[in-house]
């Protein structure tokens, strides 16, 4: 396989591929024994080229400024969009991710709450993004349904209605501590109290604050 060495990704898939490939190239290397060291370095020559080809599309010549929602904001002539989350390093897969969380927003008629959500909480990474997109959605569906539960004569589809925007509710709050979990490690505070009955019947509590991990058994 030879790759030229003007040669560069076009598109994502494109990029990935051969990001992918180099990376099994070089594990084959590291894994077979007995070949020979001509051919492993032939082999890491193109896993090489292949991977500068991939970087050649992936890794970004300018980081875009700090937007709204923890995402940024990149110019391009006289237009302005939001493309991609806040990290260190930014790279072409940071935009599109950032650009297809903006879409299922705005296909879902949040993309202005789902923003204003994330800048609310602080969001400072593509998972706190996705958690205050997905709870803009759950607010807006349960209100949206309870507006038509209001509408609604039949009891049965007024229940029906109720019943699922309160769990559409239910989700939306419960994003708010998942969202805290992650930020703290999934820690959970466990206060244990002894009681001892002392002279004259008189209790005395001694409380003492464990700090645990939730994951811990």
């Known amino acids: 396989m030879i790759i030229p060495a003007n040669k560069k990704a076009t598109n994502m898939d494109e990029a990935q591929a051969m990001s992918l490939t180099a990376e099994q190239i070089r594990h084959n290397v590291a894994d077979q024994e007995g070949r020979s ?18 970087d050649s599309y992936l890794i970004l010549d300018d980081i875009p400024a700090l937007g709204v929602g923890g ?5 391009i002539g006289n237009k302005s969009s939001v493309i991609c989350p806040a990290r260190n390093k ?7 991710a950032s650009m297809d969380r903006l879409e299922l927003a705005s296909k879902n008629g949040v993309l202005s ?9 602080g969001a400072s990474n593509a998972v706190e993004q996705m958690i205050a997109h997905q709870m803009a959605v759950a ?14 004569r039949d009891p ?23 969202v805290h979990k992650v930020r703290n ?14 002279n004259g019947g008189q209790a005395v509590v001694n409380g003492t604050t464990n700090i645990r991990g939730a994951d811990k058994k």
């Open 37 to 54: 060291t001509e051919h492993n370095e032939a082999s890491l020559i193109i896993a090489d080229d292949l991977a500068n080809a991939a």
């Open 71 to 75: 995402e940024f904001v990149q110019v």
């Open 90 to 96: 930014v790279d072409r897969v940071n935009t599109e």
């Open 113 to 121: 709450m789902a923003l204003d959500t994330a800048e609310a909480i």
């Open 139 to 152: 607010h807006r569906t349960s209100l949206d349904l309870m507006a038509e539960a209001g509408n609604t």
């Open 156 to 178: 049965i589809e007024k229940c029906r209605l109720i019943n699922t925007a309160s769990k559409l509710m239910d989700v939306c709050q419960k994003g708010l501590t998942t």
């Open 185 to 198: 490690g999934g820690q959970q505070t466990v206060t244990v109290q002894h009681v001892q009955i002392g």
